[in-house]
C-alpha cells in the first residue's frame, strides 16, 4: 500500500511498499514514457504488421481493435496503449521503435536503471504475467512521478476518451 501526494511529493502512509510483484497493465507507464522519449514525430504513420499481433490472442491480452494492414499514428498508439491497454497498440509502438519486443523491453529496463527502480524487471512491454516481470507498488509511484512531468504523458493520462485518426477505433477509459 502506498498513499503519496504528487503535490508535495511526499509519502502520506505505506505499507510494503518494496515488495515484489506482478504489475500487470501498471507496465504500461513506463512503455508509454519510454515510447515518447523514443519518438520525433507524433503524427508519424505506422503499418501494423502480422508480426506485431503474434501470440496476443493466445496469451488473452486486450486489444483495441487494430488489424494488420492499419495505419495509424504513434499518437493513436499512445493514447490506445495508456487509456485502452490495448496489447495490440503496445506491440505497434515497440516494433516501430525499437525493430521487436526484446530490444523495446531493453529500453525499458535502461530507463528502469536510470530511475533508480530497485525492485523493477520488465520483460514484456504489455505487462503479461512471465516469470521476472515484476515490480514494487513504490517503483511504481516514481515511474508514474516521473512519468506525469512529461506533458505529453500527462495529456494522455488525464484523456478519457480518443478517436483514432482512422476514425475506426474510439478508446476509452472506462
Known sequence: VLLYNLNDNEIIYEKNMDKEGSIASLTKIMTTIVAIENIDNFDEKVTMTKDMFTGLYESNAFQIGLRVGEVVTYNDLL????????????????????????????L???????????????????????????????????????ALK??????????????????RINVSSS
Open 108 to 146: 525499458m529496463n535502461d530507463k528502469a536503471s536510470e530511475l533508480k527502480l530497485k525492485h523493477t524487471s520488465f520483460k514484456n512491454p504489455i505487462g503479461l504475467d512471465e516469470e521476472g516481470q515484476v515490480s514494487s507498488i513504490g517503483d511504481v509511484a516514481i515511474m508514474l512521478n516521473y
Open 79 to 106: 493514447y490506445g496503449t495508456l487509456i485502452a491497454s490495448g496489447a495490440d497498440a503496445v506491440r505497434g509502438l515497440s516494433f516501430s521503435i525499437a525493430g521487436n519486443e526484446e530490444n523495446f523491453v531493453k
Open 150 to 167: 512529461n506533458e505529453k504523458f500527462k495529456t494522455i493520462f488525464e484523456t478519457e476518451k480518443y478517436t483514432l485518426s482512422n476514425q
